[in-house]
């Protein structure tokens, strides 16, 4: 059997995406014959803002042990002059920005989430009476790749799990960055193939990533995706209503173009009811802003938005609509939610308002579960279809195919990480 051990600073309790795709590692690995360990911190479950994420917890070191996995929560920490830096006083308003500047130049990257501040030590005591074959880094924060380097020393093999890229508008189409971006994109990527030289494999959630990543690590990259998590869809009740019910469940970033959508919609409702018809947008009001642009646009009779929510919440609304809907990221390749994958695993029908022309309408074509437009005319064209088959009691669905959609639970991609880890 193979001892693992996996280095993520977010880890459930923590509800946000990021806690999730370790959290399947270790409920998944043992079935593999993998021994796993957990390094992260602590968290209180009731994050919902940024502020909350960057909050410091002092409890002390704590272990637990279950069935099928150890984890370790530890206090975290925070330079006391990044957090001087960060206040309001004269002195960190004045030499603040040249502070973080040169943090960053010599590779001292997120300093808001110290992961190597708050992991180093203990892992360095750790190792002394602990063995282990892998080691799977997930990063952001991209500060804890420092680490690889003191993984690599003690002979165990590194993979390192890339979710998330500094600047993800570098799969944007005819990308064209400023020349602040430019340097900034020259720095993160001196840094990677600093530290990531001595990983053994790297993986990522998304197949585009690879094409940034092989500018800075030229050896092997795996894509393991994101999922949906089978155990919590089957536990979660399907709520029956006498609904239409659109939901869009999960937040909307200023980049995505929701007119599509927002114009789709408003043809839709012309001459019909709010007693049979429901427009959820559920975790909206994170960006203000957004929560207010949807407000102006739709009538309020028809409309709920919420904060955001837990993520057996999120999988109840998810279950419980009759359409699901999202906008896609249009002109930027590889950039898929996690609530997509959710989605796909509802059993309800899916519209992307506009499509993205890349992996969401790519994973909607393999798994049969919707459609994407590109038209408020065509948005309104497929919801009214759908209506008349729900008023007539028919299924919207019936050719869903079930083994693509199993492809992407998280047990499935756990599995296919694991099967990696085994043959390194």
Not at 232 to 257: C, H, M, W
Request: proline share 5%; net charge positive.
């Amino acid at each position: 059997m193979k001892n693992v051990l996996v280095i993520s600073y977010y880890f459930p309790p923590n509800t946000g995406a990021p806690a999730w795709r370790p959290f399947s590692w270790a409920n998944n690995f043992y079935k593999k014959g993998i021994n796993t360990t957990i390094i992260t911190r602590h968290w209180t479950g009731h994050e919902n803002a940024w502020e909350d994420f960057i909050r410091p917890n002092n409890s002390p070191i704590t272990e637990i042990i279950n069935d099928h996995y150890r984890v370790c929560f530890l206090p975290s920490k925070r330079n006391k002059w990044s957090v001087f830096f960060s206040g309001t006083g004269l002195g960190a308003r004045f030499f603040g920005k040249f502070y973080f500047f040169l943090l960053s130049i010599f590779g001292k990257l997120n300093t808001e989430i110290d992961g190597t501040l708050a992991f180093k030590d203990f892992i360095i005591e750790h190792l002394k009476q602990n063995k282990y074959d892998v080691a799977i880094l997930t990063v952001p924060p991209f500060n804890m790749l420092q680490m690889v380097d003191l993984l690599h020393e003690r002979k165990i093999k590194v993979i390192v799990d890339v979710r998330d890229l500094w600047n993800n508008m570098m799969l944007t189409n005819n990308y064209q960055p400023s020349i602040q971006q430019q340097f900034w994109d020259k720095v993160y990527s001196f840094h990677f193939k600093r530290w990531m030289k001595n990983a053994s494999r790297v993986s990522v959630i998304t197949p585009s990533f690879s094409e940034v990543l092989v500018n800075s690590y030229n050896g092997p990259i795996d894509v393991i995706y994101n999922g949906y998590e089978g155990d919590l869809f089957d536990q979660a009740e399907r709520v029956k209503t006498n609904k239409f019910i659109f939901s869009v469940v999960g937040s909307i970033y200023p980049e995505q173009d929701m007119s599509v959508m927002l114009e789709g919609l408003k043809l839709f409702l012309q001459h019909k009811s709010s007693d049979k018809i429901q427009l959820r947008f559920i975790g909206l009001n994170i960006i203000p802003a957004i929560s207010q642009s949807v407000k102006k646009e739709l009538p309020p009779d028809f409309l709920y938005i919420s904060d955001r929510v837990s993520k057996e919440e999120a999988i109840k609304e998810t279950k419980m609509a009759t359409v699901l809907s999202y906008p896609g990221w249009l002109g930027t390749k590889g950039i898929i939610s996690t609530k997509i994958f959710d989605y796909i695993a509802s059993g309800n029908p899916i519209i992307i308002a506009p499509g993205d022309k890349d992996i969401i309408d790519d994973l909607l074509f393999k798994t049969n579960t919707g459609e994407s437009v590109f038209s408020a005319m065509d948005f309104t064209d497929v919801l009214n279809r759908w209506y008349c088959m729900w008023e007539k009691n028919q299924d919207i669905l019936p050719c869903r195919n079930l083994e693509a959609v199993k492809f992407y639970s998280r047990e499935n991609q756990a599995m296919a990480l694991a099967a990696i880890i085994n043959k390194l």
